[in-house]
T-cell receptor, first 113, second 117 residues
């Protein structure tokens, strides 16, 4: 089983749609969680951290379910500019120090007019 | 602050040659990561440093790969006797982490695209 697994996509949605991405992780010691966005042939850029209580940033909402080892990202009112690949990232904290960051393969989103 | 800087941006080399890439992290960041990414895949972890100490190496990092961060600032990644399978984007990221910071976001450079012909 891969350490971080994501919906394979691609997701093709019309502008204004709501779309949700899922991610599961295998290591229960994983402590920190993030969503990154990556545009074609560009570097990944941090979209948002994921907090235990869930968090929202504008049209983006992230949720964490530690019991199920599951993370989600919800995008409301999608825009053409949201088209990108969304990467789920987890890391394991060793004795209070952040370990390496493990990336999923990413889910490609294409928002159409 | 200019962010994470990687050089060169592109490198074309013949099979069997050695190549070296450089990464300059964000100045106050003590953690530095190297990743490799191929088309359609997420970034694959290679290695990371805490200051000058190399704390973890992936099994992906064969004996042809070596990374250094001699003074805890910039880092180099060298690939010896390159193979066509080494063609990929090599990404560097940095973060600041401490025992008081349980969540440290990492920021990426623009990457070095390696093509082995």
């Amino acid at each position: 089983r891969k350490e971080v697994e994501q919906d394979p996509g691609p997701f093709n949605v019309p502008e204004g749609a709501t779309v949700a991405f899922n991610c599961t992780y295998s290591n229960s010691a994983s402590q920190s969680f993030f969503w990154y966005r990556q545009d074609c042939r560009k570097e990944p850029k941090l979209l948002m951290s994921v907090y235990s209580s869930g968090n929202e940033d504008g049209r983006f909402t992230a949720q964490l379910n530690r019991a199920s080892q599951y993370i989600s990202l919800l995008i409301r009112d999608s825009k053409l500019s949201d088209s990108a690949t969304y990467l789920c990232v987890v890391n394991i904290n060793y004795g209070g120090s952040q370990g390496n960051l493990i990336f999923g393969k990413g889910t490609k989103l294409s928002v159409k007019p | 602050d200019t962010g994470v800087s990687q050089n060169p941006r592109h490198k074309i080399t013949k099979r069997g040659q050695n190549v070296t890439f450089r990464c300059d992290p964000i100045s106050e960041h003590n953690r530095l990561y190297w990743y490799r990414q191929t088309l359609g895949q997420g970034p694959e972890f290679l290695t990371y440093f805490q200051n000058e100490a190399q704390l973890e190496k992936s099994r992906l990092l064969s004996d042809r790969f070596s990374a250094e961060r001699p003074k805890g600032s910039f880092s180099t990644l060298e690939i010896q006797r390159t193979e066509q399978g080494d063609s990929a984007m090599y990404l560097c990221a940095s973060s600041f982490t401490s025992s008081n910071i349980m969540r440290a976001e990492a920021f990426f450079g623009q990457g070095t695209r390696l093509t082995v012909v």
